[in-house]
């Protein structure tokens, strides 16, 4: 059993709508990263958050909004997205930022019409 | 630039041995990872290699070359619950992971 969580587990949204992805780890890590995964592409790292404190923001759009409350909770935001947006998201946490194994959850599956 | 290459599909037989490559082209190394994937899953951990050499673990094994920027993930004794993708990624200089788009194992009874 994962001891990361995400929800919703689908999500479809209007280009013009705004909703949220949650992330929740139960692990005690102090590293937490969103994903983007695509049909037959690379996962593509988007955020990395380390101790609440943003580390990485891969040239993400900024329809792209994350939130760290703190280190069991991770958010993504979400406003005006675009058809191509559409992907799995991954929500992933680590004890540390060095640490080799990456716990993943889920996903949320997003569709943007 | 960074680049991961696997194979993007292999097929295999139930029982048999397969060997999925991923070559790799870095900035730095500071290892190379296994995840396992299954339709609709989360991916999950399955080797680590930093040095040169073979890790075993039950019927995965997984080997490292880091002067030619290889890897290979094999595996022995196929099940059918074998049957998933298998991303291999490499840990830059920076910590940052940088991923292959995965191999699709599909295994054949």
């Known amino acids: 059993e994962t001891g990361v969580t995400q929800t919703p587990r689908h999500l479809v949204m209007g280009m013009t709508n705004k909703k949220s992805l949650k992330c929740e780890q139960h692990?005690?890590?102090?590293?937490m990263y969103w994903y983007k995964q695509s049909a037959k592409k690379p996962l593509e790292l988007m955020f990395v958050?380390?101790?609440?404190?943003?580390?990485e923001n891969n040239s993400v759009p900024s329809r792209f909004s994350p939130e760290c409350p703190n280190s069991s909770h991770l958010f993504l935001h979400l406003h005006t997205l675009q058809p191509e947006d559409s992907a799995l998201y991954l929500c992933?946490?680590?004890?540390?930022?060095?640490?080799?194994?990456?716990?993943f959850g889920p996903g949320t599956r997003l569709t943007v019409t | 630039g960074q680049n991961i290459d696997q194979p993007t599909e292999m097929t295999a037989t139930e029982g048999a041995i397969v060997q999925i490559n991923c070559t790799y082209q870095?900035?730095?190394?500071?290892?190379l990872f296994w995840y396992q994937q299954h339709a609709g899953e989360a991916p999950t951990f399955l080797s680590y290699?930093?040095l040169d050499g073979l890790e075993e673990k039950g019927r995965f094994s997984s080997f490292l070359s880091r002067s030619k920027g290889y890897s290979y993930l094999l595996l022995k004794e196929l099940q059918m619950k074998d049957s998933a993708s298998y991303l291999c990624?490499?840990?830059?200089?920076?910590?940052?992971?940088?991923w292959g788009a995965g191999t699709k194992l599909i295994i054949k009874p």
């Open positions: 958050y380390n101790f609440k404190e943003q580390t």
């Open positions: 290699n930093v």
């Open positions: 692990l005690g890590h102090n590293a």
């Open positions: 990624a490499v840990r830059d200089s920076n910590y940052q992971l940088i």
């Open positions: 992933a946490s680590s004890q540390g930022l060095d640490t080799y194994e990456q716990y």
């Open positions: 870095t900035s730095g190394f500071n290892g």
